[in-house]
């Protein structure tokens, strides 16, 4: 399988700047979709293409343009692109708001095109403060050189994207949480149906996509849905972005055909694990998606065969745990984070990441019972499925997943009244 | 300068900065976010007098700014020190030793995790993973770029960043 990058430049270097973007070949994509093809050819070409959504749900990007309206309806329609990558392990749409921002532009300015929306608004997470000031100049870079705008490409069509800064909650990673915030309110997700392509920012028409998602647009506008195919698996298309973290030796972001195995990963491009220690555990594709131990590390980090394996692809955040690593104290990290970002709106979820945590600080310190190893589960089983938005899902899923793939761990620290595994990481 | 001194009211070119910020938008509201940055840029944290300033400018109700102030980690209602110190503790960062930099932070900074010290010069807070998992452990100062790939053992050059 050739491994041909087209999201990242060059390991270290970046392509910031307008024209060492288009030096290497930017901004053809956009001008050849919007003077010589119709939005319905460049969404079929997307949907061709079968790429998939890189924020985590892994669903159609052109399916999900096809729900956007026709233009010329009562409302404008926008685009709401999601850069408030903020699940544990996740750090991959940094690497191009920082060192191909104008990728995004370009991939901006394609789905404007193909879904007739009038402007896009980018919502970077708080805490990016550089991401935001890089994005930020390579838009006015760009609408200077009549990228974005009136009549942006000498066309007779205008289009604008416009960055905004969250504040620091987790939950405005979620669509509808992002949508909330974008107008100045709490991150509250909100109940759907009705979906955002149908009431979406101000209660217009509205697509939801991740950064790393519009990315890969350009590249199949300029070299096509059939070339796009011969990238990943036969269901999970393209090239994507693996972030690595934790025990490797090399942790960093790796751009990788979907499919690679999750053993190449690890060892052939982070170098494997740190101090010539054994592997014990990994989660594939940020914390919210269950844990697979040592065994399972010859999978194949596609949709399927993740779902094969009990797991999901996520975000591709991969963290890495070796032999010391104590995996009640992973599942408390864990655990505590959502219990930190719960909304608080559904009752199940608000109360539900309390008691996770809760159980499993009991069971780390000794004092655990047989019977709270049921109480995770049945917790967990109460917040699947029962809420307004997928946090409660997620926060039931990786305590669970601990649960169930290390169970003997758990059990040990109940019957010897303590930590197996002193030497382990602080939680 | 006291401690207790009343918040200074909203400079003029915030004032500016939060209108022209509306004009990105359909609705003004939606410039509240970026508005309480803006705000915290300046005076440090979001007093109430700053809250009801802001929603008069965006025409909102006092309340309906404080329940976002208060809704999102980033912004303080109450004073925090001039360097406001967050150590990432989620899996990443804990995995690489977050725990030991809080810690010996608590001991070079003389500020115990969660709060601020008496002379205003520094507070230390835990927080939520920053996004930096690969450059683990990281760290961020008030609203600056992160310091990354922080070390446990290598404090001194952690506590010289911090400034």
Same mark, same amino acid.
């Given at each position: 399988?050739?491994?041909?990058?087209?999201?990242?430049?060059?390991?270290?270097?970046?392509?910031?700047?307008?024209?060492?973007?288009?030096?290497?070949?930017?901004?053809?994509?956009?001008?050849?979709?919007?003077?010589?093809?119709?939005?319905?050819?460049?969404?079929?070409?997307?949907?061709?293409?079968?790429?998939?959504?890189?924020?985590?749900?892994?669903?159609?990007?052109?399916?999900?343009?096809?729900?956007?309206?026709?233009?010329?309806?009562?409302?404008?329609?926008?685009?709401?692109?999601?850069?408030?990558?903020?699940?544990?392990?996740?750090?991959?749409?940094?690497?191009?708001?920082?060192?191909?921002?104008?990728?995004?532009?370009?991939?901006?300015?394609?789905?404007?095109?193909?879904?007739?929306?009038?402007?896009?608004?980018?919502?970077?997470?708080?805490?990016?403060?550089?991401?935001?000031?890089?994005?930020?100049?390579?838009?006015?870079?760009?609408?200077?050189?009549?990228?974005?705008?009136?009549?942006?490409?000498?066309?007779?069509?205008?289009?604008?994207?416009?960055?905004?800064?969250?504040?620091?909650?987790?939950?405005?990673?979620?669509?509808?949480?992002?949508?909330?915030?974008?107008?100045?309110?709490?991150?509250?997700?909100?109940?759907?149906?009705?979906?955002?392509?149908?009431?979406?920012?101000?209660?217009?028409?509205?697509?939801?996509?991740?950064?790393?998602?519009?990315?890969?647009?350009?590249?199949?506008?300029?070299?096509?849905?059939?070339?796009?195919?011969?990238?990943?698996?036969?269901?999970?298309?393209?090239?994507?972005?693996?972030?690595?973290?934790?025990?490797?030796?090399?942790?960093?972001?790796?751009?990788?055909?979907?499919?690679?195995?999750?053993?190449?990963?690890?060892?052939?491009?982070?170098?494997?694990?740190?101090?010539?220690?054994?592997?014990?555990?990994?989660?594939?594709?940020?914390?919210?998606?269950?844990?697979?131990?040592?065994?399972?590390?010859?999978?194949?980090?596609?949709?399927?065969?993740?779902?094969?394996?009990?797991?999901?692809?996520?975000?591709?955040?991969?963290?890495?745990?070796?032999?010391?690593?104590?995996?009640?104290?992973?599942?408390?990290?864990?655990?505590?984070?959502?219990?930190?970002?719960?909304?608080?709106?559904?009752?199940?979820?608000?109360?539900?990441?309390?008691?996770?945590?809760?159980?499993?600080?009991?069971?780390?310190?000794?004092?655990?019972?047989?019977?709270?190893?049921?109480?995770?589960?049945?917790?967990?089983?109460?917040?699947?499925?029962?809420?307004?938005?997928?946090?409660?899902?997620?926060?039931?899923?990786?305590?669970?997943?601990?649960?169930?793939?290390?169970?003997?761990?758990?059990?040990?620290?109940?019957?010897?009244?303590?930590?197996?595994?002193?030497?382990?990481?602080?939680? | 300068?006291?401690?207790?001194?009343?918040?200074?009211?909203?400079?003029?070119?915030?004032?500016?900065?939060?209108?022209?910020?509306?004009?990105?938008?359909?609705?003004?509201?939606?410039?509240? /976010?970026? *508005?309480?940055?803006? @705000?915290? +840029?300046? $005076? %440090?944290?979001? &007093? /109430?007098? *700053?809250?009801?300033? @802001?929603? +008069?400018? $965006? %025409?909102?109700? &006092?309340?309906?700014?404080?329940?976002? @102030?208060?809704?999102?980690?980033?912004?303080?209602?109450?004073?925090?020190?001039?360097?406001?110190?967050?150590?990432?503790?989620?899996?990443?960062?804990?995995?690489?030793?977050?725990?030991?930099?809080?810690?010996?932070?608590?001991?070079?900074?003389?500020?115990?995790?969660?709060?601020?010290?008496?002379?205003?010069?520094?507070?230390?807070?835990?927080?939520?993973?920053?996004?930096?998992?690969?450059?683990?452990?990281?760290?961020?100062?008030?609203?600056?770029?992160?310091?990354?790939?922080?070390?446990?053992?290598?404090?001194?050059?952690?506590?010289?960043?911090?400034?």
């Amino acid at each position: 399988m050739a491994s041909e990058r087209y999201l990242l430049p060059p390991d270290g270097t970046d392509w910031r700047g307008l024209e060492t973007f288009r030096n290497a070949g930017g901004y053809a994509a956009a001008a050849r979709a919007l003077r010589a093809m119709t939005p319905e050819q460049v969404v079929d070409e997307v949907k061709a293409s079968g790429l998939r959504g890189r924020g985590g749900a892994g669903f159609g990007t052109g399916q999900k343009w096809t729900f956007m309206p026709k233009p010329g309806g009562p409302k404008p329609s926008y685009i709401a692109c999601n850069a408030d990558e903020s699940e544990p392990g996740t750090f991959k749409d940094r690497q191009i708001l920082e060192r191909n921002p104008h990728l995004l532009i370009e991939g901006l300015i394609i789905a404007g095109h193909a879904v007739g929306a009038r402007a896009a608004y980018v919502y970077v997470r708080g805490e990016y403060v550089a991401p935001f000031r890089i994005l930020s100049e390579a838009i006015v870079e760009a609408r200077a050189a009549g990228l974005l705008g009136r009549r942006h490409f000498g066309t007779d069509r205008d289009f604008d994207v416009h960055v905004m800064r969250g504040a620091g909650a987790y939950i405005c990673g979620e669509e509808t949480g992002m949508i909330e915030s974008a107008e100045g309110k709490k991150g509250q997700p909100r109940k759907r149906p009705p979906f955002p392509a149908v009431y979406g920012l101000w209660g217009c028409p509205t697509t939801v996509n991740n950064v790393e998602t519009i990315a890969h647009v350009p590249a199949i506008v300029r070299r096509g849905a059939e070339w796009f195919k011969t990238i990943g698996t036969s269901t999970s298309t393209g090239n994507t972005l693996f972030g690595v973290s934790g025990h490797v030796v090399r942790p960093g972001v790796y751009e990788l055909p979907l499919g690679t195995t999750l053993s190449e990963i690890i060892y052939q491009h982070a170098g494997g694990v740190r101090d010539g220690r054994a592997l014990k555990a990994v989660i594939p594709g940020g914390v919210s998606m269950p844990v697979l131990s040592a065994e399972q590390v010859d999978v194949r980090m596609d949709h399927e065969s993740l779902r094969q394996a009990g797991t999901l692809l996520g975000t591709g955040g991969i963290v890495v745990m070796d032999e010391t690593t104590c995996m009640v104290r992973a599942a408390i990290v864990v655990a505590r984070f959502f219990r930190h970002e719960t909304c608080g709106q559904c009752t199940q979820c608000r109360e539900g990441t309390a008691w996770l945590y809760k159980l499993l600080r009991r069971i780390e310190a000794g004092a655990g019972e047989h019977a709270d190893l049921g109480t995770i589960e049945a917790v967990g089983g109460y917040m699947e499925g029962q809420t307004i938005c997928a946090l409660s899902d997620a926060a039931a899923w990786a305590a669970t997943g601990f649960l169930r793939r290390f169970r003997a761990e758990f059990e040990a620290h109940v019957d010897g009244r303590r930590c197996p595994l002193p030497g382990s990481f602080e939680p | 300068m006291s401690e207790e001194r009343a918040a200074p009211l909203l400079s003029a070119a915030v004032r500016e900065a939060i209108v022209a910020e509306t004009g990105k938008y359909p609705e003004p509201r939606s410039a509240l /976010l970026m *508005a309480l940055h803006m @705000v915290q +840029a300046e $005076l %440090g944290y979001v &007093p /109430l007098a *700053a809250q009801r300033e @802001v929603a +008069a400018i $965006l %025409g909102l109700r &006092p309340i309906e700014v404080r329940e976002v @102030v208060t809704f999102y980690p980033m912004y303080h209602e109450h004073p925090v020190g001039r360097r406001h110190v967050q150590v990432c503790a989620n899996l990443g960062c804990a995995l690489t030793g977050s725990r030991a930099v809080i810690r010996g932070l608590e001991e070079r900074l003389g500020v115990r995790c969660g709060e601020r010290r008496a002379d205003g010069a520094y507070s230390l807070e835990e927080v939520q993973c920053l996004g930096s998992c690969g450059t683990a452990v990281c760290v961020q100062v008030n609203n600056e770029p992160f310091i990354e790939n922080v070390r446990p053992d290598r404090l001194d050059e952690l506590v010289k960043a911090i400034g």
